[in-house]
């Protein structure tokens, strides 16, 4: 019979290695070169999920940039980050009620 073990319980995989702004130009060129996903993360020894997530994270096949991902990846990582309240001027305007006009 299956029981659940706390001890064996772990926290859900973050990123701890980050693509660097080398390897999403390396992607951009996979992109240019046709190769498909799993190629291109053989080359970085990364996962082919990641590639594939990163490609359409950042515009999929026909749009990718390497710089533009870079940029997106550094301000979703930049901190502190601004509130959902500071950020949006309709929630700012109700004070925090729910209710947007």
Not at 41 to 64: D, K, V, W
Request: glycine content about 8%; proline content about 7%.
């Amino acid at each position: 019979m299956f029981t659940h073990n706390p001890d064996r319980w772990r926290r859900p995989a973050c990123q701890p290695n980050p693509l660097s702004a080398p390897e999403r130009e390396e992607i951009r060129a996979g992109i240019e070169r046709c190769e498909t996903d799993s190629v291109i993360a053989g080359r970085l020894g990364r996962h082919r999920a990641t590639i594939n997530a990163e490609i359409n994270r950042n515009g999929g096949r026909a749009r990718y940039t390497a710089t533009a991902a870079q940029t997106r990846a550094d301000s979703s990582r930049a901190r502190p980050k601004a509130t959902r309240f500071d950020a949006d001027p309709a929630l700012r305007s109700c004070g925090g009620c729910g209710r947007v006009a």
